[in-house]
């Protein structure tokens, strides 16, 4: 039996400097909100060395380990195999977060598009999922990420997700498609926003065994909390409001989205820590 229970948090960033300091306050917080484990998601080669630093000393959180298109501009070739020694830790479940965003364009676009690439190859070399982050960039990022499925066919075990689409911003079709080729869609806070009709269109619309919930802490706080720093600990008002818009009982939506989660990364195979440190 999976030892998951109550929620997973699939994405968030508790490395951030935000939570220095913290960290066990805010795990026995997210304990008490019932959250069995946290997927910590690095953004660059020092996020993510943090990242498994935590994944490291506590027992409920794992670790993945990228750089977020926002840094590709910054990305060297010595950085894929530094990522690749980070990612030989038995704490690693995915690469992530990786992808395209030609909304900010912190990167020029050709920059992002080499990066995504060479991250998506030490995933396939490493046969991790991916955690993926894309936006203003829904056809292009489609067209690599159906490529990449296809070369991965023979290699991956069939019914195991090959990725994710973190904190989904596309419209209903689009999620399905991204579905079809294999992909988890993840639900972040911003579904409780009032703008976020088409999140919630998403919400409603996809099957339940294909859906996962994050907070993107200390991103995306949920409504009720918003102008605060987000924590996993709110992860259970997305929860609840999903719930809500779905006319399903909380438990279900806990249970579904906590056994994606746990196939999607294989927390229940990943080697347990030697406890919580101090
Ligand atoms: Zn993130």
């Known amino acids: ?3 998951f229970h109550g929620l997973i948090d699939s994405h968030c ?6 939570f220095d300091g913290e960290h066990q306050a805010v795990v026995r917080r997210s304990r008490e909100a019932d959250v069995s484990a946290h997927v910590v998601v690095g953004y660059d ?7 498994v630093q935590l994944a490291r000393s506590f027992e ?10 926002h840094d590709a501009k910054a990305l060297a070739p010595s950085d894929i195999d530094a990522l690749a020694r980070v990612a030989e830790d038995p704490r690693v479940v995915a690469i992530g977060e990786i992808g395209l965003d030609f909304y900010r364009n912190l990167s020029l676009p050709d920059r992002q598009r080499k990066a995504f690439r060479d991250q998506l190859n030490l995933a396939r070399s490493l046969r991790l999922p991916v955690v993926i982050h894309a936006r203003h960039a829904d056809e292009e990022a489609f067209e690599i990420l159906s490529a990449y499925v296809h070369s991965m066919k023979k290699d991956w075990p069939a019914g195991r997700p090959i990725g994710v689409m973190h904190c989904f911003a596309g419209d209903l079709p689009l999620a399905l498609r991204y579905i079809e080729i294999g992909f988890l869609i993840s639900i972040a806070g911003t579904v409780t926003y009032p703008n976020a ?4 269109a998403v919400a409603r619309g996809i099957p339940l065994d294909s859906m996962v919930i994050e907070t993107d802490a ?3 706080t949920p409504q009720s909390h918003r102008g605060q720093r987000n924590e996993p600990a709110y992860i ?3 929860a609840q409001f999903i719930a809500g818009l779905r006319g399903e009982r ?19 195979r990943v080697p347990q820590t030697a406890g919580e440190r101090s």
Do not use: C, W
């Open 197 to 200: 009709d088409m999140t919630r």
């Open 60 to 69: 409920n959180i794992f670790a993945t380990v990228g750089v977020h298109p």
């Open 250 to 268: 909380f438990e279900g939506i806990a249970e579904a989205t906590t056994a994606n989660a746990d196939r999607l990364f294989a927390l229940d």
């Open 218 to 220: 200390p991103y995306l």
């Open 1 to 3: 039996m999976s030892p």
């Open 13 to 18: 960033h508790l490395q951030d400097p935000k």
């Open 45 to 51: 080669v020092q996020s993510s060395r943090r990242g």
């Open 236 to 238: 259970a008002e997305t």
